[in-house]
Nanobody
Framework: QVQLVESGGGLVQPGGSLNLSCVAS????????MAWYRQAPGKEREVVAT???????SYADSVKGRFTIIRDDDKNTVFLQMNSLKVEVTAVYYC???????????????WGQGTQVTVSS
């Protein structure tokens, strides 16, 4: 089984920064995409940033220039650096990984349990 464990969420004041991390563990042959999503209260889950292997990262327009997604394939880890935080980014943040467990299996998506990010003064 594959597990994704997120960490780094918390309470921060507007204008502050947070760094989220997500570690994938278990039997993993190849990782294709690593991504971060978020879901605010009463809203649907939305993509924040994605990084497909061999491609440049992509970001939601609302976070461009302030958030950075970084993947470390050697450690099966993806980070989300968040700067200049605004109140409206308050949400539960989830990491998602599209991976292949063995060379004989198909790619599948896995999700972390989520970590709360709250921006408030």
């Amino acid at each position: 089984q594959v597990q994704l464990v997120e960490s780094g969420g918390g309470l921060v004041q507007p204008g502050g920064s947070l760094n989220l991390s997500c570690v994938a563990s278990g039997i993993i042959y190849k990782i294709n995409e690593m991504a971060w999503y978020r879901q605010a209260p009463g809203k649907e889950r939305e993509v924040v940033a994605t990084h497909i292997s061999g491609s440049d990262p992509s970001y939601a327009d609302s976070v461009k220039g302030r958030f950075t997604i970084i993947r470390d394939d050697d450690k099966n880890t993806v980070f989300l650096q968040m700067n200049s935080l605004k109140v409206e980014v308050t949400a539960v943040y989830y990491c998602s990984v599209n991976l292949q467990r063995t060379m004989l299996t198909m790619m599948s998506f896995y999700w972390g349990q989520g970590t709360q990010v709250t921006v408030s003064s």
